[in-house]
T-cell receptor, first 113, second 115 residues
Framework: DTEVTQTPKHLVMGMTNKKSLKCEQH?????MYWYKQKAKKPPELMFV???????INESVPSRFSPECPNSSLLNLHLHALQPEDSALYLC????????????FGNGTRLTVT | AQKVTQAQTEISVVEKEDVTLDCVYE???????LFWYKQPPSGELVFLIR??????QNEISGRYSWNFQKSTSSFNFTITASQVVDSAVYFC????????????FGKGTKLSVKP
């Protein structure tokens, strides 16, 4: 079982909905990440939180809004998404943000209708 | 610019065969890290190994082994006596010394091991 837990596993939402993806880890890691993975493609980095502060935003559209309430939790708030945003959203954590191995969750498979 | 190339898109083998997954990288940094991840159909990315640019020793872990050669900028992964449970997509990834967990992934190699 993965030590990074993501909920929900699947999400279907309309373009006018507001939803949130949640990620939790209890390994004491101080860096957390959101990646997006389209079908048959490699994961692409969206955001990095380092010691609970947003340190990297890879030019992600504002309809994706990350939040890190504490060192164990990471949320991704979704609003007014487009069908092309349908993908697997992977959360990861690492001991620190300097090239420690990333530990990934199982992901949330998002479908935007 | 940094780049990771996995030229093999799909490989199919029969159980117990050995198989090597190729990975070639490009970077201008002298300090960098290389990774292999496994992604089974369930979706989770499973960390397999990390190597830093100063450590060219090959590594063996059970049926898995890795061959890191800076001279050819390659970090190849061999599975010995493959099993059906090895079926997955395998990603090679690179991160540079100053990066913050920004993994540059190759496109992945889908390995199918048939009984």
């Amino acid at each position: 079982d993965t030590e990074v837990t993501q909920t929900p596993k699947h999400l279907v939402m309309g373009m006018t909905n507001k939803k949130s993806l949640k990620c939790e880890q209890h390994m004491g890691h101080r860096a957390m990440y959101w990646y997006k993975q389209k079908a048959k493609k490699p994961p692409e980095l969206m955001f990095v939180y380092s010691y609970e502060k947003l340190s990297i935003n890879e030019s992600v559209p504002s309809r994706f809004s990350p939040e890190c309430p504490n060192s164990s939790l990471l949320n991704l708030h979704l609003h007014a998404l487009q069908p092309e945003d349908s993908a697997l959203y992977l959360c990861a954590s690492s001991q620190d943000p300097t090239n420690s191995p990333l530990h990934f969750g199982n992901g949330t498979r998002l479908t935007v209708t | 610019a940094q780049k990771v190339t996995q030229a093999q898109t799909e490989i199919s083998v029969v159980e117990k065969e050995d198989v090597t997954l190729d990975c070639v990288y490009e970077t201008r940094d002298t300090t960098y890290y290389l990774f292999w991840y496994k992604q089974p159909p369930s979706g989770e990315l499973v960390f397999l190994i990390r190597r830093n640019s100063f450590d060219e020793q090959n590594e063996i872990s059970g049926r898995y082994s890795w061959n890191f050669q800076k001279s050819t900028s390659s970090f190849n992964f061999t599975i010995t006596a493959s099993q059906v449970v090895d079926s997955a997509v395998y990603f090679c990834a690179l991160s540079e010394g100053r990066s913050q967990g920004n993994l540059i992934f190759g496109k992945g190699t889908k390995l199918s091991v048939k009984p």
